[in-house]
Each structure stands twice: as structure tokens, then as C-alpha cells.
């Protein structure tokens, strides 16, 4: 594979782990994809083990990143409803104020269903803030999974 093929493939990966951290591009698929387009264009056995250890480290921090969070949110007494508000505000909220109202429309909406729900501001802030801290927590796993893939693919690259 050209040096410029290469460089095309990190660059689709630097965008996705750009994409895990502002959540506006599908990050763990577009790094999932420029691997295995690396993988199909390398055409060596390296090339299908990078890939397999790679979808490895993607598919581990996907189920992780829903299952431990959850858990969390859970013991903290935070509803599924009130993160669903919380996730459609946020969407409303990015369209309104590019890529920061989605972190705003997520919190103004998380506490909204959280004050209905609990009829008190101190009980509704915390239960915002577990779920905050449990999205936060989310991100933080799926950025690792995807530093590693990336890394495993940027070692191999390196040695080849």
C-alpha cells in the first residue's frame, strides 16, 4: 500500500477519534472501516491481524461502554426516560447551537425530566449529574477502545 493511501487511512482514523470526542460523526465506524479498507488494501496476513485485533478492542469497549455506565445510572437511580429526554434535547440543542448544544441540550433536558420526575431541584441536579458523569464515563471507554485499534494499526504500519 502507497505512503499516501497510508496517510489517507490515518487521516479517516484521525476523524473518528475526533468524532468519539465531539459526537457529530459515527467515530467507532469510520475507524472500523479505514482499517479494514487498510486490511483489504494490504492484503497480508498483517494486514487481516491488525484488523481482527483492532475490530477486537472496537467491539470489547462497545459492549463495555453501554453495560458499566448503565450499571452506574442504575444504583444512582437515574431512569431510562429521563436520559432519553436528556439525548433528544441534545439533539434539538446541536442544531440550535452547533456541537456545544448538544452537551447543553443533553443537560438541560436530562434535569427537566429529572425535576418532573422528582419535584425537587437538589434530588434532579444529582441525578443530572450521575448521568452526566455516566456519559462522560462512556465516551471515555469508547475513546480508549479506539486509541488502541488506532494504535495497533499505527504500530503495524510503523514496522511494515
Request: hydrophobic share 60%; charged share 5%.
Amino acid at each position: 500500500m502507497s505512503t499516501g493511501a497510508e496517510a489517507l487511512v490515518g487521516l479517516v482514523i484521525v476523524i473518528g477519534l475526533i468524532g468519539i470526542v465531539i459526537p457529530v460523526l459515527p467515530g467507532t465506524i469510520l475507524i472500523f472501516a479505514a482499517i479494514l479498507v487498510w486490511a483489504i488494501m494490504s492484503g497480508t496476513a498483517t494486514g487481516w491481524a491488525v484488523f481482527a485485533a483492532a475490530t477486537l478492542f472496537l467491539v470489547v469497549s462497545g459492549v463495555v461502554k453501554y453495560t458499566w455506565p448503565g450499571r452506574r445510572m442504575r444504583s444512582a437511580g437515574v431512569p431510562n426516560m429521563s436520559l432519553v429526554a436528556g439525548g433528544l434535547t441534545g439533539i434539538v440543542g446541536f442544531f440550535v447551537i452547533p456541537v456545544v448544544g448538544l452537551f447543553l441540550g443533553f443537560i438541560a433536558g436530562t434535569y427537566v425530566a429529572e425535576l418532573y420526575r422528582l419535584r425537587a431541584h437538589n434530588r434532579a441536579w444529582a441525578s443530572t449529574w450521575h448521568a452526566c458523569k455516566a456519559v462522560g464515563l462512556s465516551m471515555l471507554i469508547e475513546l480508549l477502545g479506539a486509541l488502541i485499534a488506532s494504535g495497533v494499526w499505527l504500530a503495524a504500519v510503523v514496522a511494515t
